[in-house]
């Protein structure tokens, strides 16, 4: 199909497509409809060499410099690296190799998942870009979306079976992994309980785990694979291929950190309902992808959520004395619904509730 007679949105998104199609196609250069403006391209004399995220070894959670490590990266960078965190490498490539068969099928077996043929009971949920009808501008970029609540025995039986159980298997270690790492944060707020299963609503009841699926480009220099922002989570557990292409805005709200792939490692990041549960203590900060022009790259990012009717805000136990909130208490799936209402822009959405 020529690209001069190419109605972009009705193939990409109506038909199911996604940019992977785009770009099986032979495309010369970019569509208009995924050019960004120049503030929003990434700015090769602002990328800080001489920093990077802290990598952290987590092979023995009872040393308490880790706990530190995690507790400071959290406030300072909202992002770190774990190594040595137990789920063995050749699952994470067995994982990552699964989202692959995915998105490498024909049109006509993944539209099945297309999210708006299905009904709202569905719990895998294909699309492309981020808000596709409501962002001025498209990311390069396509998705599936597996759901589920936190130890639900049902979970996957709908998710398309070339990559179900890798998926499922994922989320179980993952779970196990992140009540570690909530116990460690929450008891860097002074609540020294850590965690328990009185704050699973709070924390975790609700989980996706996003396949994204980023086709090479012909000018990756005009578009991204993903637009600045912050995660609406309360933490993300981010999977890289070997391809990289992850930037984190540095601590002077200015520059960007590049966070290269490591074989086997994790990348977390703090999310914006651990920020506002944290009063402002933990940031979530701001990221964003690029795209490249000589390879297909994944990532597998699971967010953990509070669950959809929990009110979130800031946590008493977690504020010293005489502290006031610096945001107000919401609804999660309100933020959800106003997250999702635009197109990625920044940290603008907790920013709507400072008080």
């Known amino acids: 199909?020529?690209?001069?007679?190419?109605?972009?949105?009705?193939?990409?998104?109506?038909?199911?497509?996604?940019?992977?199609?785009?770009?099986?196609?032979?495309?010369?250069?970019?569509?208009?409809?995924?050019?960004?403006?120049?503030?929003?391209?990434?700015?090769?004399?602002?990328?800080?060499?001489?920093?990077?995220?802290?990598?952290i070894d987590v092979s023995n959670w009872d040393n308490p410099a880790v706990a530190d490590a995690i507790c400071a990266a959290s406030r300072k960078y909202g992002f770190f690296q774990i190594i040595n965190h137990e789920i063995p490498v050749d699952e994470l490539e067995k994982l990552q190799a699964a989202a692959h068969g995915f998105?490498?099928?024909?049109?006509?077996?993944?539209?099945?998942?297309?999210?708006d043929l299905l009904g709202k009971g569905s719990t895998a949920k294909m699309g492309t870009s981020f808000s596709p009808y409501k962002e001025k501008v498209m990311e390069w970029k396509d998705y599936l979306s597996l759901q589920c609540f936190s130890e639900d025995p049902t979970a996957g039986a709908d998710w398309p079976p070339i990559c179900r159980?890798?998926?499922?298997?994922?989320?179980?270690?993952?779970?196990?992994?992140?009540?570690?790492?909530?116990?460690?944060?929450?008891?860097?707020?002074?609540?020294?309980?850590?965690?328990?299963?009185?704050?699973?609503s709070v924390l975790m009841a609700w989980i996706a785990v996003n396949f994204n699926y980023y086709p090479y480009c012909?000018?990756?220099?005009?578009?991204?694979?993903?637009?600045?922002?912050?995660?609406?989570?309360?933490?993300t557990v981010l999977l890289q291929d070997d391809v990289g292409g992850l930037y984190v805005r540095a601590p002077d709200g200015e520059s960007w950190i590049h966070v290269p792939p490591m074989r086997g490692a994790l990348v977390i990041n703090i999310g914006d309902v651990l920020q506002l549960l944290s009063n402002g203590r933990y940031k979530s900060i701001e990221h964003k992808v690029v795209a490249n022009p000589w390879k297909n790259r994944?990532?597998?990012a699971m967010f953990i959520n509070p669950g959809p009717n929990q009110v979130v805000g800031p946590l008493r136990e977690a504020m010293e004395d005489g502290e006031k909130p610096l945001y107000r208490e919401i609804g999660f799936m309100e933020y959800m619904k106003y997250f999702f209402s635009k197109g990625h822009d920044g940290k603008a959405t907790i920013e709507w509730l400072k008080i």
């Open 165 to 200: 159980n890798e998926a499922l298997e994922y989320l179980k270690k993952v779970q196990g992994l992140v009540r570690k790492l909530y116990d460690v944060l929450l008891k860097g707020l002074n609540m020294m309980n850590g965690y328990d299963e009185s704050l699973e």
């Open 218 to 235: 012909p000018n990756p220099e005009l578009t991204v694979g993903v637009g600045r922002h912050s995660d609406g989570s309360a933490l």
């Open 1 to 55: 199909m020529p690209s001069e007679s190419l109605n972009v949105v009705e193939y990409v998104v109506d038909q199911g497509h996604g940019v992977r199609g785009l770009s099986n196609i032979g495309l010369k250069s970019v569509p208009t409809q995924y050019v960004q403006p120049l503030e929003e391209r990434l700015d090769a004399t602002k990328i800080v060499h001489d920093e990077s995220i802290p990598i």
């Open 103 to 115: 998105f490498e099928q024909p049109t006509e077996e993944k539209i099945k998942y297309k999210k």
């Open 298 to 300: 994944v990532s597998i």
